[in-house]
């Protein structure tokens, strides 16, 4: 089973607040968009910064936290909405299954590890080793 890594006090009442504006906005710092999914039990829209990654031809939305809210929201409902400014694209998504997500791991870490990898529970300076060590525990989606 999954973890949830919980986000401290700053990333959840400043941060992801920050990210969401300036998505809102149209800005895209690092590739970021907010993901609007439908919650799982109230079905209230839900908003989370979340930095989709291309990797050979294909997006996804890769979990640094785990097991969290809005992936539990996303595997219930199988469609969110990626937001930026105006823009707002319809996604669905299908969860990438453990022998696969390595080298999505790795790209996703090579992209933005410097800013998640501890969310990961790996050093910056990782291994193919400690990406190994984190696949069980770090859902990805693939947005189809």
Known sequence: MPEYKRPGFLTTNVLNKVMILATKVGLSPSGAYTLAVAGRTSGNVRTMPVNPLTFEGKRYLV????????VRNLR??????????????????AEVVDGEKAPILKAYLDRWGSVTATHFGVPKTYTAADIERIVPRSPVFVIQ
């Open 63 to 70: 979990a640094p936290r785990g097991d969290t809210h809005w």
């Open 76 to 93: 219930a409902a199988g469609t969110a909405e990626l937001r930026l400014g105006r823009k707002k694209e319809s996604i669905h998504v």
